[in-house]
């Protein structure tokens, strides 16, 4: 399974973007998919991840903000980030699950200016 993200960018706090990420491969087998995000010195953390069937799971400090969604028949996932924050300035990676192998994109750059 490959995975590209896209959609990355500078942004003022308080504004909008939208990630995306395709996948391509041995994509029947996929499960779950998320967005993670490591800003510098820190660890990867979890940010949003969706099943096949659509359940959703968000990470506290996105609640209400970040919206995934998922197109199983174009593979695709997204993340609409709204009220975006200085803290929320990170590298974004997509994820896929295909049990028992993790897959995950090259990451694409998020950046909140103050």
């Known amino acids: 399974v490959q995975l590209v993200e896209s959609g990355g960018g500078l942004v003022q706090a308080g504004g909008s973007l939208r990630l995306s990420c395709a996948a391509s491969g041995s994509i029947f087998n996929i499960n779950a998919m998320g967005w993670y995000r490591q800003a510098p010195g820190k660890q990867r953390e979890r940010v949003a991840t969706?099943?096949?069937?659509?359940?959703?799971n968000y990470d506290d400090s996105v609640k209400g903000r970040f919206t995934i969604s998922r197109e199983n028949a174009k593979n695709t996932v997204a993340l609409q980030m709204n009220s975006l924050e200085p803290e929320d300035t990170a590298v974004y990676y997509c994820?896929?699950?295909?049990?028992?192998?993790?897959?995950w994109g090259q990451g694409t750059q998020v950046t909140v200016s103050s």
């Open positions: 994820r896929a699950d295909t049990p028992p192998y993790v897959y």
């Open positions: 969706i099943t096949r069937g659509g359940s959703t």
